[in-house]
């Protein structure tokens, strides 16, 4: 069983829609949770960062950690062409000299 | 502002040859980080550094090194370039590697 599982769609969408992304993973010392954009060509860019369970919003996007069930999940409301990117998620179990763990990463198509 | 450059940002090269890619953050960030993102496979760790004269293999390091003898660089080097190494390469950097990574905008290598 890989460290992190993430479907890697991908996942088209209307625009305006809500878009739903997650990642299960298996590691219960994971902690810390982040879920990066990747746009076409370009290098991953942090989206979104949190610590332990809970939620935790920016404007639109909106990231979700259930430690119980080991399930992270991105939400993507009102969403917008420039949205269109592959999303991956990444954590890792402790500050210091750790690394991370990524997922392979899920393309969305949002269409105007 | 601070940011990670990545030199050159497309390459071809011939199956035999040795290769270097640059990397080079004004972040002043100890920890760097070498990735490469193949389909299928997502990102994976080929090397990365704590800080000056340290370097560590990652889970694809075989073919690679690299060595640290600033804070600001961490040049790749492909000994012998082989066509399996035909990849995108990503730089990274982080202020505290359990957590969330910078990235650069990649460089994308054909070894033919």
């Known amino acids: 069983q890989k460290e992190v599982e993430q479907d890697p769609g991908p996942l088209s969408v209307p625009e305006g829609a809500i878009v739903s992304l997650n990642c299960t993973y298996s590691?219960?010392?994971?902690?810390?949770f982040m879920w990066y954009r990747q746009y076409s060509r370009k290098g991953p860019e942090l989206l979104m960062y949190?610590?332990?369970?809970g939620n935790k919003e920016d404007g639109r996007f909106t990231a979700q950690v259930d430690k119980s069930s080991k399930y992270i999940s991105l939400f993507i409301r009102d969403s917008q062409p420039s949205d269109s990117a592959t999303y991956l998620c990444a954590m890792s179990a402790m500050r210091g000299n750790n690394r991370l763990a990524f997922g392979k990463g899920n393309q969305v198509v949002v269409i105007p | 502002d601070a940011e990670i450059t990545q030199s050159p940002r497309h390459k071809i090269t011939e199956t035999g040859r040795q290769v270097t890619l640059a990397c080079h953050q004004t972040?002043?960030?100890?920890?760097m980080f070498w990735y490469r993102q193949d389909l299928g496979h997502g990102l994976r760790l080929i090397h990365y550094?704590?800080?000056?004269?340290?370097?560590n293999k990652g889970e694809v390091s075989d073919g690679y090194s690299v060595s640290r003898s600033n804070t600001e660089d961490l040049p790749l080097t492909l000994e012998s370039a082989a066509s399996s190494q035909t990849s995108v390469y990503f730089c990274a950097s982080s202020e505290d590697p359990g957590t969330y990574l910078f990235f650069g905008p990649g460089t994308r290598l054909t070894v033919l």
């Open positions: 550094s704590y800080g000056v004269q340290d370097t």
């Open positions: 972040w002043n960030h100890n920890n």
């Open positions: 949190t610590y332990s369970s």
């Open positions: 590691n219960s010392a994971f902690q810390y």
